[in-house]
């Protein structure tokens, strides 16, 4: 059975920092790509970041390019989001996932976490 589990959301003032991890059981960690992708209210789901198996090469979206980092540990199985400078507008819902495929596309990972929410006042 695969298992996606995110931790490390919480509620953080403008400016802050916070860091998402994400433990995947059930695959074989290396030969997927990870991504996060994100859902705040009223709004629909989006892409944050992806980091590719292999090269381990980063794909980010325009809002989050230069504050956010995503990076891997194969040997944990875990996936993780480094976020700062966070802004009101990146309050939403994160979720992780993960495909067999190199893509930012959202279709096309199968596998997905439960998410964990992440709240940025001003």
């Known amino acids: 059975q695969v298992q996606l589990v995110e931790s490390g959301g919480g509620s953080v003032q403008a400016g802050g920092s916070l860091r998402l991890s994400c433990t995947a059981s059930g695959i074989t960690f290396s030969s997927y790509t990870l991504g996060w992708f994100r859902q705040a209210p009223g709004k629909v789901r989006e892409f944050v970041a992806s980091?590719?198996?292999?090269?381990?090469?980063?794909y980010y979206s325009a809002s989050v390019k230069d504050r956010f980092a995503i990076s891997r540990d194969n040997a944990k199985n875990t996936v993780y989001l480094q976020m700062n400078s966070l802004k009101p507008e990146d309050t939403a819902v994160y979720y992780c996932?993960?495909?067999?495929?190199?893509?930012?596309?959202?279709?096309?990972?199968?596998?997905w976490g439960q998410g964990t929410q992440v709240t940025v006042s001003s």
């Open positions: 980091i590719s198996w292999g090269s381990g090469t980063t």
């Open positions: 996932a993960a495909t067999q495929y190199v893509t930012t596309l959202e279709n096309r990972y199968k596998y």
